[in-house]
Nanobody, 124 residues
Framework: QVQLVESGGGLVQAGGSLRLSCAAS????????MGWFRQAPGKEREFVAG????????NYADSVKGRFSISREYTKDTVSLQMNSLKPEDTAVYYC?????????????????WGQGTQVTVSS
């Protein structure tokens, strides 16, 4: 069992930045690939970014490439999402997720553990 708790969401103007964090507890953090997803009202949950269990590789949705960056810190069992140049269309609840695998996946069904989510609102 892995417990995930997100933090760092909030209200920001377009063009601004936010840094989301996800704290993991329970089973060994280094055994999980991690992902960030988001869900806007009336839309399906979508993949944002993922990182392998050894941080050797990352991947991003096309909509956030060049603006978002995912990283993980093993000493603190956290995974972060740095979000720059935010746009109103980035407004959503952001979730971190864990899967017991080497690589992340873009499908929400491929993850076993989820956090409760943190709201990000970008005003125009």
């Amino acid at each position: 069992q892995v417990q995930l708790v997100e933090s760092g969401g909030g209200l920001v103007q377009a063009g601004g930045s936010l840094r989301l964090s996800c704290a993991a507890s329970g089973r060994t953090f280094s055994r999980f690939a991690m992902g960030w997803f988001r869900q806007a009202p009336g839309k399906e949950r979508e993949f944002v970014a993922g990182i392998t269990l050894n941080s050797g590789s990352t991947n991003y949705a096309d909509s956030v490439k060049g603006r978002f960056s995912i990283s993980r810190e093993y000493t603190k069992d956290t995974v972060s999402l740095q979000m720059n140049s935010l746009k109103p269309e980035d407004t959503a609840v952001y979730y971190c997720a864990a899967r017991p695998s080497w690589s992340p996946a873009s499908g929400a069904r491929d993850y076993d553990y989820w956090g409760q989510g943190t709201q990000v609102t970008v005003s125009s």
